[in-house]
C-alpha cells in the first residue's frame, strides 16, 4: 500500500517507485483504487493483506497521517519517504 497526497501520484519519483515495484512483481494498492465501480473496499481489510506500507511523508497530510498509524497499529512494516529525518513526526 502507497499511501501519499493525490496530486503525487503524478509526479516523477511515484511514477518511477510504482514502476519499479511492478517490474519486481511486487502488487501496490493506491488509495483511490479503494473505490472501484462505486463499492468502497475497507481499508483496514486492505492493510492487513499487505506485506509492506509506503508512506509519503514529504508534506503533512492528515490522511497519509491517519492511515500510517493504522498501518502501525496493526504491526504492518513501514517504509517512510520523506525529505529530511526532521520531517518525520516523533510518534513513527
Do not use: R
Request: proline content about 5%.
Amino acid at each position: 500500500y502507497i499511501s501519499t497526497p493525490l496530486h503525487n501520484y503524478k509526479n516523477n519519483f511515484f511514477d518511477l517507485l510504482i514502476k519499479d515495484l511492478h517490474d519486481a512483481s511486487i502488487d501496490t494498492v493506491l488509495p483511490f483504487e479503494l473505490n472501484v465501480d462505486g463499492k468502497y473496499y475497507d481499508l483496514e481489510h486492505i492493510l492487513k493483506s499487505c506485506d509492506h506500507f509506503i508512506a509519503d511523508l514529504t508534506e503533512i497530510n492528515c490522511n497519509v497521517l491517519y492511515e500510517t498509524g493504522l498501518a502501525q497499529g496493526l504491526g504492518i512494516p513501514i517504509i517512510l519517504i520523506a525529505n529530511s529525518f526532521q520531517d518525520i513526526p516523533s510518534p513513527l
